[in-house]
């Protein structure tokens, strides 16, 4: 089955600062999407981006299809992104396959 | 608001028990799922459901077995349980005609076998 795997596995940062995550597959894919998990646990959807590039505030998603890689951009950070950030993708049928998540953790 | 609960937020159980994790969901969606989450693995699929009464094995259903007797409801059966399955457990729904879209998750039942 297809492979998911992300990077970095960790990551501190100051309110304010900027970062970028990464997700590479090893498949080629015609759905992805970015999942924050908040410290409570609940998971939420933040992006479908099989192609291309989108923005909602503070957060963008660039996904390259041919080269096998999506990247979700974090700018000016605030303690409430804190938590797991996880790219998926879709499988067979329509099952999603996860990465193991970036944790990031936002100090005030 | 909530729409995916899961019965229970923490669970202690003793080796050896039979372990009952329910969810459900009011939003109608056909596809169901129960995932694992350990740390450094992120989820990983155990068992799904298209349909009622319907099932199928996901990546690790080794020492799991679920029920689906109605459309709302998805259980997932620890037969015995063991420690190495100490784990978060999170329930997902998505409607059938979007594939992969529209996947809402329930906030998980935090699992610990002693």
């Known amino acids: 089955g297809i492979q998911v795997e992300q990077s970095p596995p960790d990551l501190i940062l100051q309110e304010g600062a900027n970062s970028t995550l990464r997700c590479n597959f090893s498949?080629?894919?015609?759905?992805l999407q970015w999942f924050h998990q908040n410290p409570w646990g609940q998971l939420i959807n933040l992006f479908y981006?099989?192609?291309g590039t989108k923005q909602n505030g503070r957060l963008s998603a660039t996904t390259v299809a041919t080269e096998r890689y999506s990247s979700l951009y974090i700018s000016s950070s605030q303690t409430t992104d804190s938590g797991v950030y996880f790219c998926?993708?879709?499988?067979?049928?329509?099952?999603?396959?996860f990465g193991a998540g970036t944790i990031l953790r936002v100090k005030s | 608001d909530v729409k995916v609960t899961q019965s229970s937020r923490y669970l202690v159980k003793r080796t050896g028990e039979k372990v009952f994790l329910e969810c459900v969901q009011d939003?109608?969606?056909?596809?169901m799922f129960w995932y694992r989450q350990d740390p450094g693995l992120g989820l990983r699929l155990i068992y799904f459901?298209?349909?009622?009464?319907?099932?199928e094995k996901g990546d690790i259903p080794e020492g799991y077995s679920v029920s689906r007797e109605k459309k709302e409801r998805f259980s997932l059966i620890l037969e015995s349980a063991s420690t190495n399955q100490t784990s978060m457990y999170l329930c997902?729904?998505?409607?059938?005609?979007?594939?992969?879209?529209?996947?809402?998750f329930g906030s998980g039942t935090r699992l610990t076998v002693v």
């Open positions: 981006i099989p192609s």
């Open positions: 998926a993708v879709k499988d067979y049928g329509n099952k999603l396959v």
């Open positions: 997902a729904s998505s409607p059938r005609d979007r594939g992969t879209y529209g996947y809402t």
């Open positions: 939003m109608d969606h056909e596809n």
């Open positions: 498949d080629s894919v015609n759905n």
């Open positions: 459901s298209y349909d009622v009464k319907m099932k």
